[in-house]
Nanobody, 124 residues
Framework: VQLQASGGGLVQAGGSLRLSCAAS????????MGWFRQAPGKDREFVAA????????LYADSAKGRFTISRDNVESKVYLQMNSLKPEDTAVYYC??????????????????WGQGTQVTVSS
């Protein structure tokens, strides 16, 4: 499975960005898909995830009410709509695929495949 993340950039606090992750190489619809982020000097942290059928989502507390994860199994893409961005959201954002489970896990080590990351910078 190859994952390609895009959509990052520089935005002012309060602004919005929409990240995209395109998957290829295997049937996309069977995976749990997640978004993680890593700020300089910090561990990679869970942001949001969505089950294979899009019915169940899970968000980190920091993302609740501001971020929305969605997926398009026809296009083999997963999205992260980020609104009301804050400077503390600044990080490299990664999409990831979990091929082993049908339920969501927040643990990075349990995701099998990772995209290359896209930088999100929020200025104050």
């Amino acid at each position: 499975v190859q994952l390609q993340a895009s959509g990052g950039g520089l935005v002012q606090a309060g602004g919005s960005l929409r990240l995209s992750c395109a998957a290829s190489g295997r049937t996309f619809s069977g995976f749990v898909m997640g978004w993680f982020r890593q700020a300089p000097g910090k561990d990679r942290e869970f942001v949001a995830a969505i089950t294979w059928n899009g019915i169940t989502t899970l968000y980190a507390d920091s993302a609740k009410g501001r971020f929305t994860i969605s997926r398009d199994n026809v296009e083999s893409k997963v999205y992260l709509q980020m609104n009301s961005l804050k400077p503390e959201d600044t990080a490299v954002y990664y999409c990831a695929a979990d091929l082993s489970r049908r339920i969501i896990t927040t643990k990075p080590l349990l995701y099998n495949y990772w995209g290359q990351g896209t930088q999100v910078t929020v200025s104050s």
